[in-house]
């Protein structure tokens, strides 16, 4: 079983930035993709990036496409997400998590039901 355990989760002011991280334990031969969502409060848990192993071909959604990055390091088993020009918006908490095979799609697709493994999730406050 994969275990995830994110880290890097902050408070930050408006427009700053701040990069979260994922680590891995166990392998990850059974997944095609690893992704970030977050949950506000009171919100339902939404996609914003995800990455796939093999390719390490991303998806993003439109609220963040132009501000995050999502890039992987096979060698620390590590997944990241670089996030700039931070808004209030963003607040939330961080979750990691990985899309098993029988969820494959091209590019991977921010479904939160498409992925069964998931870390506990860091938490980030924009605010001023």
């Known amino acids: 079983q994969l275990q995830l355990v994110e880290s890097g989760g902050s408070l930050v002011q408006p427009g700053g930035s701040l990069r979260l991280s994922c680590v891995l334990s166990?392998?990850?031969?059974?997944?095609?993709?690893l992704g970030w969502f977050r949950q506000a409060p009171g919100k339902e848990r939404e996609g914003i990036s995800c990455?796939?192993?093999?390719?390490?071909?991303?998806n993003y959604d439109d609220s963040v496409r132009e501000r995050f990055k999502i890039s992987r390091d096979k060698d620390k088993n590590t997944v990241f997400l670089q996030m700039s020009s931070l808004e209030i918006e963003d607040t939330g908490t961080y979750y990691c998590?990985?899309?098993?095979?029988?969820?494959?799609?091209?590019?991977?697709?921010?479904?939160?039901?498409?992925?069964?493994?998931w870390g506990q999730g860091t938490q980030v406050t924009v605010s001023s």
């Open positions: 998590a990985a899309a098993p095979w029988s969820s494959m799609s091209v590019p991977c697709k921010l479904t939160s039901s498409d992925f069964n493994s």
């Open positions: 166990g392998s990850t031969s059974g997944y095609y993709a």
């Open positions: 990455i796939s192993i093999s390719s390490n071909w991303p």
